[in-house]
């Protein structure tokens, strides 16, 4: 099996059976993220305790990158702390800019770097990261 075959199967298991789709209650903040160049609109709630980032949900319809890239992130970022997740965030905004990779690497979110061949795609893929800077950014102001 070559990496793209193993990439594509990753992508599609996440997007078949995703992880953390739903909605969140009580959340501390949630934030909606559209691309109409796709079609996706994604919600994203986060709940934050003692800067730890206790549970996190994505709900909405999208292609299968969209989707796939939500349920990847929210397994990533659960449980880790809020400034662990920022540095997520940039990490893979940088890859799928076609920056470097953390020496740790990204786990499976590495399987959307071929996202990056189609940059009309490359949205689809970060949407879901940029929602959730922005519910992490409402939840700082309201602490």
């Given at each position: 099996?070559?990496?793209?075959?193993?990439?594509?199967?990753?992508?599609l298991?996440?997007?078949?059976?995703?992880?953390?789709?739903?909605?969140?209650?009580?959340?501390?903040?949630?934030?909606?993220?559209?691309?109409?160049?796709?079609?996706?609109?994604?919600?994203?709630?986060?709940?934050?305790?003692?800067?730890?980032?206790?549970?996190?949900?994505?709900?909405?319809?999208?292609?299968?990158?969209?989707?796939?890239?939500?349920?990847?992130?929210?397994?990533?970022?659960k449980g880790?702390?809020?400034?662990?997740?920022?540095?997520?965030?940039?990490?893979?905004?940088?890859?799928?800019?076609?920056?470097?990779?953390?020496?740790?690497?990204?786990?499976?979110?590495?399987?959307?770097?071929?996202?990056?061949?189609?940059?009309?795609?490359?949205?689809?893929?970060?949407?879901?990261?940029?929602?959730?800077?922005?519910?992490?950014?409402?939840?700082?102001?309201?602490?």
């Open positions: 099996m070559s990496l793209d075959d193993l990439y594509r199967e990753t992508i298991d996440h997007y078949g059976h995703p992880r953390n789709k739903g909605v969140l209650e009580p959340a501390d903040a949630t934030r909606e993220g559209v691309n109409p160049l796709c079609g996706d609109e994604l919600r994203v709630a986060v709940r934050v305790r003692d800067g730890i980032v206790e549970d996190v949900r994505f709900d909405g319809k999208g292609c299968s990158i969209s989707q796939a890239s939500a349920s990847m992130m929210t397994e990533m970022v880790k702390r809020v400034e662990e997740v920022a540095g997520l965030i940039a990490a893979f905004k940088t890859m799928m800019r076609g920056g470097e990779m953390p020496p740790e690497g990204l786990g499976d979110l590495e399987a959307l770097q071929g996202v990056r061949k189609f940059p009309v795609r490359v949205k689809c893929a970060t949407l879901v990261w940029i929602t959730l800077e922005m519910a992490l950014a409402d939840v700082k102001h309201e602490t």
